[in-house]
């Protein structure tokens, strides 16, 4: 049988619905005036998981700006607001600039899947910081769902990218693939250099086969497989969306590109 998989959420950025905070006073980040601004809500059975994050008002244009984000898990009430039954601040675990937090822009997506009986959902969340051609990078954060609560299972580290001047590319995409009792996650990670600009760039890639198992309710990490054991079990895994990516640093051993 194969694992159950249901692309849950990608929605707009919107302000938060009544009841996703309750705040006695206004809104504050740093000491500075915020808002908040709910990126995903996502149906799991009765309930709901949200993505919501606490962001200042000022914004400049081209720089980060300060964010507080949290995974939370509650139901709506008749009237429409929000009844949480459980919240995570996740911001420490996101790329962000010097203070965790600060950053340009980021985004979230929701899914969940079963594995081994238990149910569990995929918070991806990307987030950008300013820099040479921007910074990025995508965290899967993996909760185990149990009763109301929403239980961490693990962290993931599943997109990037990042350019330094014309000498030098990183990009990391990556494949989440869910089993009925394993996750396999296929790491792409390239590197490009080059000694000048007026040379092309070398291009390096390391390829990465993990295999997660639920170990005392979480994921973690069983092993290492080879791309012949990968083909092997294909047919009985089944990939969990992932953002749109363009490729722009191809996956080769010493090929060129320019720069």
Known sequence: MFPLLLFLAVTARHPCDAGIVQPSRPLTIKGKPAVCAQYVTAAVGDASVVVYAIEAVDRPRSSDFPHRVFVAFGKRRADNTWRLSDRHDVTATLLSNEDPGDLIEMDARVDRFTLAGARFVDVGVSTTISGSGGISATKDLMFRIEGGKLLPAATLETAGYARGGVTFLHQITSELLVGK????????????????????????????????????????????????????????LRPLPRFDTREIVPCCAGCSISN
């Not at 390239?190 to 295999?211: D, F, I, N, Q, Y």
Request: charged share 45%.
């Open 181 to 236: 009792d394993e996750v396999v996650l296929v790491k792409r990670d390239r590197l490009a250099r080059g000694k000048s600009p007026e040379k092309p760039l070398t291009v390096h890639c390391k390829v990465s086969r993990t295999v997660y198992k639920i170990i005392d309710g979480r994921l973690e990490r069983s092993g290492e497989i080879d791309a012949s054991e990968l083909e092997r079990l294909r047919p009985r």
